[in-house]
């Protein structure tokens, strides 16, 4: 076993671990200096463990290499020399934006709206740091500060968590590629949150005024799909197909892009629902012969989708709401929850239960008035809820005398009486306390 050996000098104390024949024959000391003898012990074991991994050729243990990461690099250099350590490659110095753009460039697995998300969280990131510096020398702080220069621009919450979380990605992709120790984004909030303010419920009268605004069948099943199917709109549009329609069923396939990459979440099957199926009928019916695609019109960019629609909405009278399909498709999860089970219900849309209560489930003003016009069982008519309180016959202090009700005339008489009783004994001068004996 390794020895630790002390030597006093004018500067103090300090200490070395010399190495027994065992385990090396020539017995060389390590120096560390001016440490305590605890941290001269702790030395010791980790050099002792440092022989044995040596020797059986196993792996050093998290502890001892976190030891070896705070050691000084004399110290290293002595632990190379003697063949106990590997000597430290240095690590290439790869600068933030060569890192960020080669990643993207490989990514040749991710679909093109993925990629146009990434883009956009790099060139926020671009236009907050110095793009040259060292991806090492990004620290958590830098990460903190990209968030609040991000709030500062105005951005929406969710925009700027999901900004952040694509960058976090970037930095996760390093920190496997060992080019950093950690992730500085990790403190980071990047969840989505929900957002009442954003959400809208469309009632059926609504979104009935704006199928009678639309130009044609094509955009009365596209607003139909989102309403009545709770389709995403476009992911889920463009992949739908006639032959995805079990008419005898009464059922259709929808092909979801968006967790396609989920094993068995490729596709879902959803029921015709009746308010549904008369648009379907009607598309089919004007549909060309050999025409694969339920909608035929090439909408590739969701931002003039979302403009024609708020056309149509205008022309009904209406004022466009935000999150045009989302709060189409929240709506109608809405009205489904409150006649089958949710379980049921996400099933059919294909998110979680999780989800849809944190970002579709919503309360609207028809819940309301189905409360307030509910009728209780075994409390009449109206339940109770309009029952008109009883004019008073007589002043509210004489109401409240308790010698006139009947329940408590009895015992408040008898109380009554005690105390009149024990007017005619007046209390002893020595106090109500009883004498204590001696």
Not at 20 to 38: A, C, H, L, Q, V
Not at 260 to 271: D, L, N
Request: proline content about 6%; some cysteine.
């Amino acid at each position: 076993m390794a020895s630790i050996e002390g030597r006093s000098n004018k500067n103090g104390k300090t200490y070395r671990i010399r190495l027994s024949d065992g385990e090396s024959p020539n017995r060389p000391r390590i120096g560390f200096g001016r440490i305590t003898k605890r941290q001269a012990e702790t030395a010791k074991i980790n050099i002792e463990n440092l022989v044995k991994a040596k020797n059986t050729g196993s792996e050093i243990s998290i502890a001892v290499q976190s030891w070896l990461n705070g050691l000084r690099a004399s110290i290293r250099k002595r632990l190379e020399s003697l063949g106990l350590v590997e000597p430290m490659t240095r690590k290439a110095e790869i600068t933030l934006a060569k890192w960020v753009d080669n990643y993207i460039e490989n990514r040749t697995d991710i679909k093109p709206n993925t990629k146009r998300n990434m883009l956009a969280a790099r060139n926020s990131l671009f236009g907050f740091c110095n793009t040259s510096m060292s991806i090492a020398n990004f620290s958590a702080y830098d990460a903190e500060e990209f968030r609040r220069h991000l709030l500062g621009l105005g951005l929406a919450e969710n925009t700027v968590r999901r900004r952040c979380k694509r960058v976090k990605q970037f930095f996760a992709a390093a920190r496997k590629k060992r080019l950093i120790d950690e992730n500085s984004f990790d403190g980071i909030p990047t969840s989505t949150v929900s957002n009442p303010k954003r959400q809208q419920f469309i009632s059926c009268e609504d979104i009935q005024k704006v199928l009678d605004a639309c130009p044609n069948n094509e955009w009365r099943l596209i607003f139909a799909l989102a309403r009545y199917g709770g389709l995403r709109i476009p992911s889920e549009l463009y992949g739908l197909a006639w032959d995805d329609i079990l008419w005898d069923k009464k059922r259709f396939v929808i092909h979801s892009p968006k967790t396609e990459h989920i094993e068995g979440k490729e596709t879902r099957i959803c029921p015709l629902f009746p308010e549904l199926e008369p648009y379907l009928i009607e598309a089919f019916q004007q549909a060309e012969d050999g025409q694969r695609r339920v909608i035929n019109v090439d909408l590739n960019i969701s931002s003039n989708l979302r403009t024609q629609a708020h056309r149509i909405i205008k022309r009904a009278g209406l004022k466009p709401w935000g999150k045009t399909f989302q709060n189409l498709r929240s709506s109608r999860e809405t009205e489904l929850v409150e006649d089958f089970p949710v379980h049921v219900v996400t099933e059919w849309l294909g998110n979680s239960p999780d989800v849809a209560r944190k970002h579709y489930l919503q309360t609207h003003e028809e819940h309301f008035q189905r409360a307030v016009e509910k009728r209780w069982p075994n409390s009449g008519t109206d339940g109770g809820l309009n029952t008109a309180v009883p004019p008073r016959t007589q002043p509210q202090a004489e109401n409240r005398r308790v010698d006139i009700t009947p329940c408590f005339a009895t015992a408040c008489d008898n109380m009554r009486a005690d105390t009149n009783q024990d007017s005619l004994y007046p209390i002893p001068p020595r106090g109500v306390e009883p004498l204590s004996p001696g």
